[in-house]
């Protein structure tokens, strides 16, 4: 054998060069070597076989070793006998120096340095990942991706069919069939060089549509489909515009939560994961055949893969016939064949009589119930179906593997050896298990369905008693397994063609167009077991989808317009009600207000006290319940001597219905947010209360007004004392300069006051003279359990009354007390008049 030559020095590096040094290094000399820029060819071939000695780990290493990079004849058959079982390391003679002999070194030498534990990761790498060969280089390094993209011609948006995963309240993913709607969505402005731009024209509704894993809304569906070649990458050699082609993609690059989205007009798709339609098949299939003839061809390859032991003759045992092209072309298949498919049909209502129990026992069978009958609409489907599936080529049906056990065993028929299960729910397994030869006579279950996506099960004694094989095929899979699978995918399609010509075999489809046919109505046909009919997507054309997009971008700018126009009208709409509002606002509490024009009578009176003949003074309550208010007051007036007491019905006043029915126990009471409105927040209900206090204020001064005159005393004789709702009535009254001079004092217990920034507002519009000397007094009495006035609410109220120059204030907290005037507010009232009666 002729000695190598020096890789390294072709390539310019020294030994101890890294990996990325040698990439550098050999850039530089290949594009200098390159035969297209005067280079010599032998040379240039001599570099590519020197880097991808060097950028190999192993050929590396050996090479360092040996000086050869190529294994010998010897070295080849020890690593193939008997899987490489026999095949050792070759060490190079420096390594014996370092090489650790006993237990005692290796202890005494420590753990393994970090070029020992990085050489360990190497070799538990994927090398094949790792390597960049001169095809990857010369496909992925010497030009810039996005300079070779090619711009899309289509301008608009197309249509895409989504699908969004069902939820539950709280946005948690429910399973089973997805929600689906077409849309027009924009698409790619660019392909890659080595994509190419799909115009579909057909696409097959199928389980992995109707129950796809998605995890979120808006996700385009479809795995598969067939259409026409729109535009292809600056580097695609191998399709031109229109060409017919299938997508099949790689199962590893797409999964059932982010599917490749065939489902849409346009698609983009990479040259790997198609495959050219030969013009033979065009010639005598239509599109929405040609999109079915995958789940043909996995028919075709599943009876040829695992039934190649199976003779002329033998049962089938198969659960999906009546579900979809995959079920039929199963049938159609065996009866070319002359094999005999044992059919079961489970329907949606039917009884499910399981078998369950041990492989191969009668009681497993015997002990289902077999006198329950299903309804009258389930039991027509199934005559219905049955009768078709039998003319398909189906020797049995049977509703359920009971029901198949017990007919064996009448007729002392042999149990197939093969089955295939297109359903694959949780139980769809264990059933065929029953119903199948034991494992030893070559038995196996072929997983070819989708199904809704839940896992299988299978009890583990069943499984080991049975001893039986379980496989799964996927079409893709399978296609992209080998390099000569996609031309004999081809190959089993022409032969397809040919039964399809002849009418040896038939694919029944019913069609929707996405942007006409209600797309829901599809995917629940797709998803109903008693309908056999494979559906089929097809979608418009270029030309249309531009004139629903001209379409859809004229209505959506008459949409914009109306909107425009609702939008104006209804800040025109606001802007009124907001100037009506602020004058209606501004009104409140003058003499132009409409409760001073139409005022509504003084308040009646539900308690008279003390010395009532000829007072020296006039007191006057205004609570919020008379009645209650009266038993604590008797005692108050017993012990005033020359003083009047008045209790005031504001209730039961016209004015006060509406008010007297607020709720002060309401969350937005209680959390202060009510009391803090302001103008711009006020609604119309805030205004009608503001509109009730004024008047109950201008009758509360009408009442006080008359017995003035009847006793013949002045305002500064009037002591005005409260609660609540009423307390709050009073202090708009006095604040607000509704009563015509100062009155003596104000005694407030736990007064409710509207709105305290709009009373301070309007007192600041009013109080434009000096303020009068000396003070009102004024004593406002808090209970520290009064839920009604929380804390936030009484500093602003607080706030307020230290810019009132009329009043001075003094607040007090009366403990253990709630929003209520009882006997203990009795005493601290009786206190306070001490205080508050004028000299």
């Not at 280079?39 to 071939?45: C, I, M, N, S």
């Not at 598969?224 to 082609?245: C, H, L, M, N, Y």
């Not at 054309?541 to 104006?568: G, I």
């Not at 205004?622 to 019905?649: E, F, Q, R, T, Y």
Request: net charge negative; glycine share 6%; charged share 25%.
């Amino acid at each position: 054998m002729s000695a190598e030559p020096d890789y390294y020095a072709l390539i310019g590096v020294d030994r101890t060069a890294t990996l990325h040094e040698i990439r550098s290094k050999f850039r530089a000399k290949v594009l200098a070597e390159h035969p297209d820029k005067g280079g010599d060819p032998k040379k240039f071939q001599l570099l590519n076989k020197a880097y991808n000695i060097l950028t190999d780990q192993e050929k590396r290493r050996r090479y360092d070793a040996t000086g050869r990079a190529e294994k010998s004849a010897e070295e080849e058959f020890v690593e193939g006998f008997g899987g490489g079982r026999l095949h050792f390391e070759p060490r190079a003679k420096d390594a014996d120096e370092k090489a650790v002999v006993s237990l005692q070194d290796r202890i005494i030498l420590g753990p393994q340095t970090h070029e020992e534990g990085f050489a360990e990761w190497l070799r538990q790498r994927d090398q094949s990942a790792m390597v960049l060969t001169d095809k990857d280089f010369m496909k992925t390094h010497l030009f810039n991706a996005a300079e070779l993209a090619v711009k899309v011609n289509h301008p608009g948006p197309v249509h895409h069919v989504l699908g969004s995963p069902k939820t539950d309240a709280y946005g948690q993913t429910l399973g089973g069939a997805v929600q689906v709607q077409a849309k027009p969505r924009p698409i790619k402005k660019t392909i890659d060089h080595d994509e190419v731009l799909i115009r579909m024209l057909a696409v097959p509704v199928d389980d992995s549509m109707v129950y796809a894993e998605l995890k979120k809304a808006g996700v385009c569906l479809g795995m598969t489909g067939v259409g026409r070649i729109e535009q292809a990458g600056s580097r695609v050699e191998d399709f031109k515009p229109e060409d017919a082609v299938l997508i099949l993609p790689k199962p590893a690059k797409y999964s059932a939560e982010k599917p490749v989205g065939s489902a849409r007009t346009l698609v983009t798709c990479n040259v790997e994961d198609v495959i050219k339609v030969p013009n033979e098949i065009l010639e005598e299939l239509t599109p929405e055949q040609i999109s079915l003839t995958p789940v043909v061809v996995a028919a075709y390859t599943v009876l040829e893969q695992y039934g190649s032991k199976l003779k002329p003759g033998d049962s089938v045992l198969m659960n999906a016939a009546h579900m979809s092209v995959s079920g039929s072309a199963l049938l159609q298949l065996c009866k070319l064949l002359k094999l005999k498919p044992l059919c079961l049909l489970p329907l949606p209502g039917a009884p499910k009589n399981t078998v369950k129990g041990e492989y191969g026992s009668k009681s497993a069978w015997q002990d289902a119930d077999t006198r329950q009958v299903p309804p009258p609409t389930v039991r027509a489907a199934y005559e219905r179906i049955s009768e078709l599936l039998v003319t398909m080529g189906a020797e049995e049906v049977f509703p359920d593997a009971a029901a198949l056990l017990r007919w064996r065993d009448r007729n002392q028929r042999m149990l197939p050896k093969l089955a295939l299960d297109g359903i694959a729910s949780r139980d769809s397994v264990g059933q065929l298990i029953h119903c199948l030869q034991p494992g030893d006579k070559d038995t196996q279950i072929v997983v070819y369905g989708h199904g809704t996506a839940q896992p299988i099960e299978v009890a583990p004694p069943l499984l080991a008693a049975w001893g039986g094989k379980i496989n799964g095929f996927h079409i893709s899979r399978w296609v992209h397994s080998s390099s000569a699978n996609p031309k004999k995918m081809v190959a089993i399609m022409e032969n397809v063609t040919k039964l399809v010509r002849s009418n040896k075999f038939v694919i029944d489809t019913v069609l929707y167009k996405v942007g006409e046919d209600p797309i829901s109505d599809a995917f629940a046909r797709a998803a109903d077991p008693t309908d056999s009919s494979q559906v089929v997507l097809i979608f418009p054309t270029l030309a249309e989808e531009l004139q629903t997009s001209t379409e859809e971008q004229r209505k959506e700018k008459q949409r914009q317009l109306a909107a425009a126009d609702q939008e104006t009208q209804r800040r025109k709409e606001e802007e009124e009600r907001d100037k009506l509002k602020t004058e209606w606002l501004n009104l409140l509490f003058t003499e132009q207000s409409v409760a001073a024009m139409s005022p509504e009578g003084p308040l009646p009176s539900s308690f008279d006290g003390g010395e009532t003949r000829s007072p020296s003074n006039l007191l006057i309550w205004i609570g919020d319940n008379p009645k209650g208010d009266s038993v604590v007051l008797k005692d108050i007036a017993s012990s005033l001597g020359s003083s009047a007491l008045l209790s005031m019905a504001w209730t039961e006043h016209p004015a006060g219905e509406a008010y007297s029915e607020f709720n002060l126990k309401a969350p937005e009471v209680v959390d202060g947010s009510w009391y803090m409105r302001d103008r711009p927040a006020f609604e119309n209900q805030d205004l009608d209360m503001l509109h009730d206090v004024e008047l109950l204020g201008r009758s509360l001064v009408e009442s006080v007004e008359s017995r003035l005159n009847e006793y013949g005393l002045d305002w500064k004789n009037v002591v005005l004392m409260g609660f609540g709702k009423g307390a709050g009535v009073a202090l708009y009254a006095v604040l607000l300069k509704l009563f015509p001079k100062p009155i003596g004092s104000l005694l407030l217990f736990s007064p409710v006051v509207l709105f305290p920034s709009f009373l301070g507002e309007k007192m600041q519009a009013i109080n434009t003279g000096p303020a009068p000397v000396p003070a009102m007094k004024m004593f406002a009495v808090w209970g520290n359990r009064n839920r009604s006035t929380p804390g936030t609410y009484r500093q602003l109220l607080t706030q307020v009354l230290r810019k009132a120059p009329q009043v001075h204030c003094t607040p007090d907290t009366l403990p253990e007390a709630d929003h209520s005037f009882d006997a203990k507010c009795g005493a601290v009232l009786q206190q306070l008049l001490s205080l508050a009666l004028p000299r």
